[in-house]
């Protein structure tokens, strides 16, 4: 089986069957994906396999005592592995700048909210044409019932922004599609460049790969870099007083044992093709100890709310990667 087919047959499997785990409390799963194997066992299969997420790993013996129900050792032609995952949604807060132009990669959060997230880039409505900021659902809307027209603010009310600060109003959103993600139309404020913060400028989309290398510029982390190591897949997570599922989701570690991926403060960053600049994700939640940061497939995000990444040069705002943490040049 080629590995194009392999990869299409996981996906229909994900897509079919793994709410089913995700929802079923007896087993524990937070996320399935399909990702690179980390088993323990030596000479299973290596390749790309169905991957289920609990938030600690147990014994068989622990698991017959706690009642937890073991994940089936093969699915299908899939041989499965179980690693540890509890993620959580990346908002939080510490002192950022306020920014004119206004660019990818900084502070952002609705006007009066005691919370910030990142402003992940630039895209224009495929219909009106109107330039817009896309960034998280739980950064732009924040809570159900939230009608368009809520004002948004650079920088984020934590950071210190204020109605003077108003910089776009929301336009709508891909919860009901199972996409973290939103869109606010920019006021006349402001501009918006093609920039992400100490890394230029965006080329365009792709689609996520295991194993491709990625960097990203968040509001609290400042540029950081990672690795794919599971894609297609499926979490659920915790918005307020609903269980959402979100789909399209991708697993990134880091490059290097130790380092950081992410951190709260970092939801709506765009993850890039290290090489390309390419945007490959939308970040949206993550652990630590160690890191790992979830983000969801770009192209699928874009589709769901019909809107383009704007791939101009920006006329001013050269890239230059930070020596120092973000909120010190900041």
């Known amino acids: 089986m080629s590995d194009t087919l392999r990869r299409a047959r996981a996906r229909m499997w994900l897509r079919e069957r793994a709410a089913a785990y995700l929802f079923d409390p007896s087993y524990g799963v937070t996320t399935v994906d399909y990702g690179t194997p980390v088993r323990e066992q030596s000479g299973r299969d290596p390749r790309p396999t169905l991957r289920f997420h609990v938030p600690q790993k147990h014994d068989v013996f622990t698991l017959q005592s706690s009642g937890i129900r073991p994940v089936p050792e093969q699915i299908g032609e899939f041989e499965t592995d179980v690693l540890e995952g509890s993620y959580r949604l990346e908002t ?46 739980h950064v732009l809307v924040v809570a159900w019932g939230t009608l368009p027209g809520r004002r948004i603010c ?28 939103a869109v606010a139309t920019l006021t006349d404020t402001r501009a918006l460049v093609n920039s992400q913060l100490y890394l230029g ?43 959402r599922l979100i789909r399209g989701v991708m697993r990134i570690e880091p490059t290097t044992s130790g380092a950081r991926v992410s951190d709260r403060g970092d939801s709506g960053a765009w993850w890039l093709d290290d090489t390309t600049h390419a945007v490959v994700g939308l970040h949206f939640a993550g652990k630590t100890r160690p890191d790992v940061g979830l983000a969801m497939d770009m192209q699928l995000v874009l589709d769901a709310l019909e809107v383009d990444i704007v791939t101009e040069q920006p006329t001013r705002m050269p890239a230059l990667r930070p020596a120092l943490p973000m909120e010190v040049l900041t």
Do not use: C, E
Not at 155 to 181: F, I, K
Not at 202 to 226: C, E, F, N, W
């Open 92 to 137: 939080s807060g510490s002192p950022a700048g306020r920014f004119d132009p206004l660019r990818g990669g900084i502070s952002i959060s609705r006007l009066h909210d005691h919370l910030l997230g990142t402003l992940g880039g630039l895209v224009r409505d495929r219909t009106t044409g109107a330039p817009m900021i896309l960034s998280n659902w």
């Open 201 to 243: 400028p965006v080329t365009g989309v792709a689609r996520p790969q295991i194993g491709m290398r990625l960097t990203k510029s968040g509001r609290r982390t400042g540029v950081t870099d990672g690795i794919i190591t599971g894609v297609d897949g499926l979490t659920k997570l915790q918005y307020g007083n609903q269980t």
């Open 154 to 181: 650079q920088p984020a009310g934590l950071d210190g922004g204020r109605a003077r600060d108003v910089v776009a109003t929301l336009a709508g959103n891909a919860m009901a599609q199972g996409l973290d993600a």
